[in-house]
């Protein structure tokens, strides 16, 4: 390991046959924005350089009587990968991280003549992503209602803020982070799917598979009958017992009077035991004053 620069004329040649010094000031930021969320970091820089998983930008210094470097190798802890930068920048957006873990990071400057000893440890950090992509939604049917449920993803280190649902007709509603289950107006019938993603201050997470494809019950209608059934009538219906109107002449059970017959009611006017006392005659009582 190089111990520094040489100082003067004569000595400068020899300074490029040296390894730069051990890099210094190693700072890490979580970058969380936009990330996609990553169960399991990447072990390859190929892979992350397609930019999955959470980040995390570094920057450090190359001490000033350092000889110059030509790329740095980066370490992260827990490991990932290693990556060398293949350049003299001093900063580096390392990726390929899981979601919500704690990484630390090292640095060593390397040249044409080595490779330095690995710097002093960041500070930790916590990368976070977008959530995680929600499972698919499950679908209770009810008459005209659908009623969606959810289960919370992992957050991606970032508190879920809401979600977004939408259905296969063009339904769709934002809610907060505490609903996971949303009744749905629907008509009876009608055959639709169900999706949601998940939101926090990352941005959104990937949206769910779809639910399986739901018919909405439709409400039940019994079978047709006249407006009228028994025990009920319409006002006018005039002739059911036992209420008959009060013209109502006879029935097969009941005895039948010609119409001139005077004394029954209710025609007669004075029905036993109660007669006026010029009732003229009884046919019981003929016999006994005549």
């Given amino acids: 390991m190089a111990s520094g620069k040489r100082i003067g004329k004569k ?15 190693v700072t890490a930021t979580n970058v969380g924005t936009s990330r996609p969320y990553l169960l399991t970091a990447n072990t390859t820089s190929a892979a992350s350089a397609a930019g999955t998983g959470a980040a995390a930008n570094l920057s450090w210094t190359l001490p000033a009587l350092s000889p110059a470097a030509t790329s740095y190798t980066i370490v992260s802890n827990p ?45 930790s950090i916590t990368v976070t992503t ?12 009810q008459v005209n209602q659908d009623t969606i449920t959810w289960s919370a993803p992992a957050n991606g280190g970032s508190a879920i803020t809401g979600y977004t649902w939408a259905s296969s007709d063009a339904k769709g509603a934002t809610v907060g982070s505490a609903t996971t289950t949303v009744p749905v107006a629907q008509e009876g019938g009608t055959s639709q799917t169900y ?20 018919t909405t019950t439709p409400p039940f209608f019994p079978p047709f009958f006249p407006p ?13 017992p036992p209420f008959f109107p009060p013209f109502f002449p006879f029935f097969p059970f009941f005895p039948f009077f010609p119409p001139s017959f005077p004394f029954f009611p209710p025609f007669f006017p004075f029905f036993p035991p109660f007669f006026p006392p010029f009732f003229p005659f009884f046919p019981m009582f003929k016999n006994m004053f005549g």
């Fill in 11 to 25: 000595s400068q040649a020899s300074n490029d046959f040296l390894e730069p010094l051990v890099p210094t000031s």
């Fill in 79 to 123: 490991a990932t990968y290693t990556v060398t930068t293949g350049t003299s920048a001093t900063s580096y957006t390392f990726q390929g991280l899981a979601s919500n873990t704690a990484y630390t990071f090292t640095v060593s400057a390397s040249n044409a003549a080595g490779t330095s000893a690995a710097s002093t440890a960041s500070t």
């Fill in 130 to 141: 977008v959530p995680a992509q929600p499972a698919a939604p499950t679908v209770t049917l």
């Fill in 195 to 214: 999706t949601v993603y998940a939101t926090n201050a990352n941005g959104n997470s990937l949206t769910s598979p779809a639910s399986v494809n739901v």
């Fill in 228 to 240: 009228f059934f028994p025990p009920f009538f319409p006002p006018f219906f005039p002739f059911f």
